[in-house]
């Protein structure tokens, strides 16, 4: 088995593509049990966020895991497949400490992919997908992370997806205060937009989630106002400004309601932030004058704002980053010896039983203590050595060289001069 990640993310593959192949919450877990029951991993994990699709497994057969990727979408794999990255082993180790320190986000050093890390770890182990090697995988690339966010300045002058939705919001409107705001989800996305947008004040804010409990509990923290998704439709003309991301798998927004909405409106500009993946909005609603829709992707100017402050950290959490992947591909490595050791520490168990039985029986009898112990530590002595001095013995003029060398470091002999 060997440790893999394939996947696409925001770097290689556009927003139309990625939606196509990203997993919500409430079918991650049939996916993780597909992948392993069919063979193509023994372990494995999903990621999957606005700006990524990974998996993280183990696994003998890398193919038919990238093959299993289009399949379960029911994709040719023709079509994805010039956007896949393949990470074995070394490699996928490093991704993954990278992508939870921050470094492959779009936003660079956001902190919310280790949150979202941590759940996609803690839905593998629901699904029973977690195993030894995907445990300790996570645990130490958490610690990485940790470190990186600990001793250096990753995330200083960071400017948030939640943030650049405010920016770019400022640009239409003179000022929020005045607007009317709606939130469609009420998830950590939301949430983390919510609180930025309620900083400023608006005139009004509403939250529309499908279950409407969930949407009065965020509501409540941002002094807003909470509807059902079914109330959208007669709710939308009233708001300004809509910021959207669901996990739906089919669009929420579609032309034509926003269209009725625009005509409600007169026409005044309606500003729409689709942060979902697959999307929240119809791409046809970006076609409509007076609507300014921006999705994920298109927030990327804009979070470069105080890159070239941050740019000097990465060096530094790369060094960190490096020396974390070189003790997990150490630990990983002397896994492998594992089963020798293991069986060598039988055998020389066995062969100690068999001398200390032999023991007991001679003091049973009655005899002499110190020869019996004399005994039993010759016996033991010449056992442990036997098999090393056979070998030794036997061993071709072509192989006893490195068989000496070998013999030195194990017993750590020193040669008389």
Known sequence: M??????????TAPLAVREQIAFNA????????????????????????CNRTEVYCSTTQPVQAVDWLASYHHLPAAE?????????QEQAVKHAFRVASGLDSMVLGEPQILGQMKQAVRQAEEAGTLGFLLHKLFQRTFSVAKDVRTQTEIGANLVSMA????KLAE???????EQRILFIGAGEMIELNAVHFAAREPQHITVANRTLERAQVLARRINGHAITLAELPEQLAQHDIIVTCTASPLPILGKGMVERALKQRKHRPLFIVDLAVPRDVEKEVAELDDVFLYTVD???????????????????AEVIIDSGVNEFIHWMESRGVVPTIRALRDHAERQRRGEVEKALRLLSKG???????????????NKFLHAPTQTLNQAQASERE???????RIYHLHTPE
């Open 80 to 88: 994805i497949e010039p956007y896949i990255y393949r990470f074995p």
């Open 2 to 11: 060997q440790l893999f990640t394939f996947g696409i993310n925001h770097q």
């Open 402 to 408: 490195a068989l000496l060398d070998a013999i030195h």
């Open 163 to 166: 943030a650049a939705a405010v």
């Open 298 to 316: 298109d927030l990327s100017e804009v979070v470069r704002d105080g890159l070239d402050a941050r740019q000097g950290a990465v060096k530094e």
């Open 367 to 381: 005899d002499n203590p110190e020869k019996v112990l004399e005994a039993l530590s010759s016996a033991l002595t």
């Open 26 to 49: 409430e079918t991650l877990d049939s996916a993780l049990r597909d992948l392993v029951d069919n063979g193509a991993a023994k372990e494995a994990t999903i990621l999957s966020t």
């Open 171 to 177: 640009r239409i409107f003179p000022s929020i205060a």
